[in-house]
C-alpha cells in the first residue's frame, strides 16, 4: 500500500497538522508521501518530515489559495499511484477530501481517531460518546483525521526525495479574492499545550478580554471559548471550540464559566488536564474535570491571575 498525505497550507513551514496525520498514514501503511500545492518552498521544508519517503510539489498559483475546486482534481488525478489519501480534518481537509471520494466515486472514512488494520478505522460518533469501528471496501481510501488524537511526525530528521506534481489547474469555477486571518502571537489553538476558554457567563465581549486575556498571557495559553460565547459576539468564530468548532486536547485546558453543552465537551474532553471554574455545582463541564472550583468566575480568575 501507498499513501498521499494531503499537507495542511501553512505558508512555507509544516503545520503541526500534517505531522499528526503523517503519523496515521505510516499506521495506514507506508510507503507514504506528502503532497504540496502551491509552494515549493514548503516543498523543502516537508521533504525533512520524519517517515515520508517523496514529497510532490504541485506549484502552481492555481492551487496556491487552498481552492477546493482546484484541488481535489489534483488529488484525483495522482490517486491512479496510491492506495490512500490522508488530509487532517481541519477546515480545509473537510473541503478537499469529500471532493475528491466524489471523484473517485468511493466512500470518506471521517475523522479517524486510530488505525485497526488496513481498511479498519475507528472515529468518534454521537459527539464523541460512541467509538464506531468503520471498514471500508472500496479500491482507494480517502480518509481525514482528528489530528488530537496522533503523535506528531518528527518535523526534521527525514531525505525524502522532491518532484514536481502537475493537474489540471484552474478549474474556472471560483476564484480567490482575499484571506482575513486574525493574526496573533499566542499559540495555534489546536496545538497550544495550553487552552483557556470562555463561556456565556461572561457577560460581552469587554468582560472577556479582561478576565480571559490576563489569565493566559501569564500562562503563554491559547484562547479558546464555547459556542455560546461566539455566538453572544464576545470573539471571533475561530475561538470556538467544540464539535462545530476546533477540536482541542492540550496539556491543560482551562474552562471558565463553561457549563459544558456536548457539543462543546465533544472538541476538548480528550485534554490531558481539565480545570473547571463555576459557580453552578451542577454543571456538567465537572463531570469531566479533573481539578473544579465551585466560585463566581469574577472572583476566582482574577485572583488566580494575581497568584500566578
Known amino acids: 500500500m501507498t499513501t498521499l498525505v494531503f499537507a495542511e497550507p501553512h505558508g512555507d513551514t509544516v503545520a503541526d497538522a500534517t505531522l499528526a496525520t503523517v503519523t496515521a498514514a505510516n499506521a495506514v501503511g507506508g510507503p507514504v508521501h506528502v503532497l504540496v500545492a502551491g509552494s515549493s518552498a514548503a516543498g523543502d521544508a516537508h521533504a525533512a518530515i520524519a517517515g515520508v519517503e517523496k514529497v510532490l510539489v504541485a506549484?502552481?498559483?492555481?492551487?496556491?489559495?487552498?481552492?477546493a475546486e482546484n484541488l481535489a482534481p489534483l488529488i484525483a488525478g495522482l490517486m491512479d499511484s496510491y492506495d490512500a489519501v490522508l488530509a487532517p480534518a481541519t477546515t480545509t481537509g473537510k473541503n478537499v477530501l469529500p471532493r475528491v471520494a466524489a471523484l473517485l466515486d468511493v466512500m470518506q472514512v471521517s475523522d479517524i481517531i486510530s488505525v485497526e488494520g488496513p481498511k479498519s478505522f475507528t472515529r468518534p460518533i454521537y459527539a464523541g460518546n460512541a467509538i464506531a469501528t468503520v471498514e471500508s471496501g472500496d479500491p482507494k481510501l480517502v480518509?481525514?483525521?482528528?489530528?488530537t488524537a496522533f503523535d506528531?511526525?518528527?518535523?526534521?530528521g527525514g531525505s525524502a526525495s522532491t518532484e514536481a506534481a502537475s493537474g489540471p489547474g484552474d478549474a474556472g469555477t471560483s476564484e480567490f479574492v482575499k484571506l482575513d486571518a486574525v493574526k496573533s502571537d499566542r499559540p495555534e489553538l489546536t496545538s497550544a499545550g495550553i487552552v483557556v476558554s470562555g463561556g456565556r457567563a461572561l457577560k460581552d465581549g469587554e468582560t472577556f478580554e479582561q478576565v480571559i486575556t490576563p489569565?493566559?498571557?501569564k500562562l503563554g495559553a491559547a484562547i479558546g471559548a464555547s459556542r455560546a460565547a461566539v455566538d453572544a459576539g464576545y470573539v471571533p468564530n475561530d475561538y470556538q471550540v467544540g464539535q462545530t468548532g476546533k477540536i482541542v486536547a492540550p496539556e491543560v485546558y482551562i474552562a471558565i464559566g463553561i457549563s459544558g453543552a456536548i457539543q462543546h465537551l465533544a472538541g476538548m474532553k480528550d485534554s490531558k488536564t481539565i480545570v473547571a471554574i463555576n459557580k453552578?455545582?451542577?454543571?456538567?463541564?465537572f463531570q469531566v474535570a479533573d481539578i473544579g472550583l465551585v466560585a463566581d468566575l469574577f472572583t476566582a480568575v482574577p485572583e488566580l491571575t494575581e497568584k500566578l
Open 152 to 156: 506528531k511526525a518528527e518535523a526534521s
Open 59 to 67: 506549484d502552481d498559483a492555481a492551487y496556491a489559495n487552498g481552492l
Open 215 to 217: 489569565l493566559a498571557d
Open 280 to 285: 453552578d455545582p451542577d454543571a456538567p463541564i
Open 143 to 147: 480518509i481525514t483525521v482528528r489530528t
